[in-house]
């Protein structure tokens, strides 16, 4: 299973970015799809989660600023980040909780990460 982050950049302050990540190799189910980030010298912190069947969850620092969203069909996340700041910048990494057949064990997997730098 191979988890593969998109769509950092350089932005501007207020500006907007797009994270997507793909799951792919052997899946029987994803149930679990977040996004985490890691600023320089900080612990990496859960960003948001979406939950199969259940209502996305953020941290406070970005609720009404980002919206995760997950296509199933794709086994695709993504992170609608808007309203950027300068304290948004950070390595931000995907991460999926896979099952990979109907009786198997449910495995977490990280993606390698993708940098939003958010600076004027």
């Known amino acids: 299973v191979q988890l593969q982050a998109s769509g950092g950049g350089v932005v501007q302050p207020g500006g907007s970015l797009r994270l997507s990540c793909v799951v792919s190799?052997?899946?029987?189910?994803?149930?679990?799809m977040a996004w985490y980030r890691q600023a320089p010298g900080k612990q990496r912190e859960l960003v948001a989660v979406?939950?199969?069947?259940?209502?996305?969850k953020y941290v406070d620092s970005v609720k009404g600023r980002f919206t995760i969203s997950r296509d199933n069909t794709k086994n695709t996340v993504y992170l609608q980040m808007n309203s950027l700041k300068a304290e948004d910048t950070a390595v931000y990494y995907c991460?999926?909780?896979?099952?990979?057949?109907?009786?198997?064990?449910?495995?977490?997997?990280w993606g390698q990460g993708t940098l939003v730098t958010v600076s004027s």
């Open positions: 991460n999926a909780d896979v099952k990979r057949r109907l009786l198997g064990a449910t495995e977490s997997y």
């Open positions: 190799g052997s899946i029987f189910s994803i149930n679990v």
């Open positions: 979406a939950t199969n069947g259940a209502n996305p």
